[in-house]
């Protein structure tokens, strides 16, 4: 892998969690808290308010892809283990993933309450 492919995955994770957010906005405008913790069983323990539930996760998720796309180039070289373009490809999944799982939550628990 090159980092140019590694840069366009993150680049367009970065670009669906903005786009995800941005329709949480507009999708959940009609509640003032949201869940913000769910119990092992899935359901709403705990909640918050709608701007910190809709803008933390993906703000949280950005931060940790930038973080893991910036690292390499500030570790030495001797301390890298394998492609680090691998990790930013997995990252980026993985976050786009987990971004989705929590707006299905949402969206699960936001059905419920009409």
Do not use: K
Not at 14 to 24: H, R, T
Not at 61 to 89: K, T
Not at 98 to 106: G, H, S
């Amino acid at each position: 892998m090159d980092a140019g492919t590694a840069a366009l995955f993150a680049g367009g994770a970065c670009l669906i969690l903005i786009g995800s957010a941005i329709w949480a906005h507009y999708r959940f405008a009609d509640f003032d808290r949201l869940p913000r913790h769910f119990g092992p069983n899935l359901e709403s323990t705990a909640y918050g308010p709608r701007w910190l539930m809709i803008w933390l996760s993906p703000a949280i998720f950005l931060a940790i892809l930038g973080l893991i796309f910036a690292l390499p180039s500030v570790v030495p070289p001797e301390h890298i283990n394998g492609d680090p373009s691998v990790g930013v490809i997995v990252a980026s999944v993985v976050v786009v993933g987990a971004q989705a799982f929590v707006l299905r939550l949402l969206t699960r628990w936001a059905r419920q309450q009409s």
